[in-house]
């Protein structure tokens, strides 16, 4: 192969590689939303606390009119919050961030939850909460 032929399949390549990248900016931060997803073992959650962790965190709203949302900021990089309503399997907090690309940095936990009736649950097995895109 000659050069120019080599230069010109190489450029078409660096085209089509920055043409199928997901970041807008060539190189820089998205700011967005991240979703905290809720996985639940029961039918009648009526409220659940939650702490999420990671890089810089501008807001978080409830992802449905149906549920109310509480947060605290408890650091930097952490909010403290409680859902409250019919919480179920699904998506239940929005969370608007700098940079949706560091999906991944962020953490979650379930503290704890109450059924419909405001007893705690003895257990939080089968909880968990993700942090997705």
Same mark, same amino acid.
């Given at each position: ?34 979703? !905290? @997803? /809720?996985? #639940?073992?029961? +039918?009648?959650? *009526?409220?659940?606390?939650?702490? =999420?962790? &990671? ?11 149906? !549920? @109310? /949302?509480? #947060?605290?900021? +408890?650091?930097? *990089?952490?909010?403290?919050?409680? =859902?409250? &309503? ?48």
């Amino acid at each position: 192969m000659n050069v120019s032929r080599w230069i010109s399949s190489m450029a078409a390549v660096l085209a089509l590689g920055a043409a199928c990248s997901s970041d807008a900016t060539g190189g820089g931060t998205q700011a967005g939303t991240l979703t !905290l @997803r /809720l996985i #639940t073992p029961h +039918a009648d959650d *009526g409220a659940m606390t939650f702490e =999420v962790s &990671g890089p810089a965190i501008d807001n978080a709203t409830s992802i449905s009119a149906s !549920l @109310r /949302l509480f #947060t605290r900021r +408890a650091g930097g *990089g952490t909010v403290a919050g409680v =859902v409250v &309503g019919a919480v179920a399997n699904g998506p239940v907090v929005a969370l608007q961030v700098p940079d949706v690309g560091a999906a991944a940095s962020y953490t979650a936990r379930v503290l704890e939850v109450a059924d419909r009736q405001d007893a705690l649950r003895a257990s939080l097995s089968g909880y968990a909460i993700t942090v997705t895109p």
